[in-house]
């Protein structure tokens, strides 16, 4: 018999936390293990009408409470450590991070924010010059941002287990390990993305256990964050298990059928990048149907075009930005020579959240593609996962010019140098394209050499992805059910 012992937090803050947590086999572990899962989103109607077309229509689903640590993140000394412990972390993607917000912030209107970050730039100094200090700054933290907005959450289910998919570095989830923490709740944290160990900064210090992708993450949680390497587990990457059940993909027929893409093409893919930090887009895409339009041997090939989720707000699809150039590209070349994958987004009140069927047809298409071109984004790893060249475009349109004060992002070379896409390089995984005539050669040689990269490729995903490739999911759900009974 299931007691409270047995209840189990899940915290899902968005659509890509949704994918790991409940739309791979780890939800389905803990179920079939006694435990009892509740869910706390900040979208709970479309986690609602999600879990209603599964066996697991009765989990309850609880509504986030934020206002209250909203409320409190905006207080100018929260705001501050917050931005000190997003800073302090020692690598070059966050020096990177730090000195596009000092550009940004100089080029503010408000002279509060030039303030904000002067300060938050001595304390970072301070922060760096010994573990002891970030974690005095972390303790100050967590003491004033102990809000108990969930108390009612808390209070009801009596969880003993909270599940996040951070340390504590997304919107809200530092605050609901306070919560958990201050109630002696046990803590486990899946690091949901490749680059979250040395991109997003300290986490709040309260999570009692890690999963992580790799021994390359739980190396980084050791010498970067100081975590204890006993509290840490290798566990894998759920969302990919489905890359390794071949049964599971589409087969190129029904890939034709679904996308329109005739059946006499060869796929080159562009996987694109967040128009929040990368405008370019359609001016890569342009380039690539200028290449196929103007060579030969590229006559049987079609460029599809898969749109980052970030372009879409709700589950319209409505694109949030440029569709009129991917209209004129789509009039310009027509579909004999560019087809448009447009992800789809199912409800309106959680973001990014997408049906399973994405996953699927994700990794049908990285399996059927010749080539993936894409800008130092996980798909490097993912088209690695099936043999598939890749090449990393590294330039963007001069004549871009981004309008909002935050222009200091938009900038291609800084995710070049970013430390996990150092690691695509130095395994030889990737050819890198710094100019229009580079990605065109590099069409021409990846689809003349699969062989181009292969070891490199391997090595990569194997590092990266490949402990319990196919059983993640399985393998972390188990460990979770050891923790919570432990």
């Known amino acids: 018999m299931t007691t409270k012992q047995h209840r189990i937090a899940l915290l899902i803050e968005q659509g890509f936390g949704a994918r790991v947590i409940i739309q791979s086999d780890i939800l389905k572990t803990l179920v079939e293990n006694g435990l009892q899962p509740v869910i706390l989103t900040s979208g709970p109607n479309s986690i609602k009408t999600y879990l209603d077309t599964t066996p697991f229509h009765d989990i309850p689903v609880h509504k986030l409470e934020t206002d209250q640590y909203d409320r409190n993140s905006n207080k100018p000394i929260n705001r501050i450590l917050r931005m000190v412990r997003q800073f302090s972390l020692k690598t070059q993607t966050v020096s990177d991070l730090f000195e596009m917000e000092i550009k940004d912030s100089k080029n503010h209107p408000n002279i509060n924010n030039k303030i904000v970050t002067y300060i938050v730039r001595l304390l970072v100094l301070v922060a760096k010059l010994h573990p002891i200090m970030i974690r005095s700054f972390v303790l100050l933290e967590n003491k004033l941002s102990l809000v108990k907005a969930n108390q009612a959450f808390f209070d009801f289910f009596k969880p003993a287990v909270l599940v996040t998919t951070s340390l504590g570095t997304f919107d809200h989830d530092a605050y609901v390990l306070r919560e958990a923490s ?96 990368y405008q370019s887009n359609p001016y890569i895409a342009k380039i690539i149907c200028e290449t196929i339009r103007s060579t030969p041997e590229l006559d049987n090939y ?78 490097n790893i993912e088209s690695s996962i099936f043999d598939t060249p890749t090449i990393n475009v590294c330039f963007q349109d001069t004549n871009q010019n981004p309008s909002s004060y935050k222009v200091a992002r938009f900038d291609i070379d800084a995710d070049e140098r970013q430390t996990h896409n150092q690691r695509v390089l130095e395994n030889d995984a990737t050819v890198v394209a710094y100019d229009s005539h580079q990605l065109q050669k590099y069409i021409c040689d990846s689809v003349n050499n699969s062989a181009l990269k292969q ?30 009974r432990s």
């Open 302 to 379: 079609i460029l599809l075009v898969r749109l980052h989720p970030i372009y879409f707000r709700t589950s319209s699809n409505q694109i949030i930005t440029e569709h009129n150039e991917w209209d004129t590209l789509l009039k310009d070349y027509g579909t004999e020579l560019i087809a448009i994958d447009r992800p789809e987004i199912i409800g309106s009140d959680l973001r990014y959240f997408m049906p399973e069927e994405e996953i699927i047809k994700l990794g049908s298409i990285l399996k059927h593609s010749k080539v993936v071109i894409n800008m130092f984004s996980t798909l």
């Open 182 to 277: 201050e109630r002696k709740i046990k803590t486990i944290s899946y690091i949901l993305s490749w680059d979250n160990t040395t991109v997003r900064g300290y986490g709040a210090d309260l999570t009692s256990h890690i999963i992580t992708w790799s021994e390359i993450m739980k190396s980084e949680l050791v010498t970067l964050h100081h975590k204890k390497p006993h509290t840490i587990y290798v566990g894998g990457v759920p969302h990919y298990d489905s890359y390794n059940a071949p049964d599971q993909l589409w087969t190129r027929q029904q890939l034709d059928s679904i996308l329109n893409i005739p059946a006499n093409k060869h796929i080159i893919l562009l996987g694109t990048k967040s128009p929040n930090t």
């Open 455 to 484: 070891p490199g490729r391997y090595k990569l995903a194997q590092t990266e992805c490949g402990e319990n490739l196919g059983t993640a999911g399985l393998n972390i759900g188990r460990k979770i059910v050891e923790i919570a």
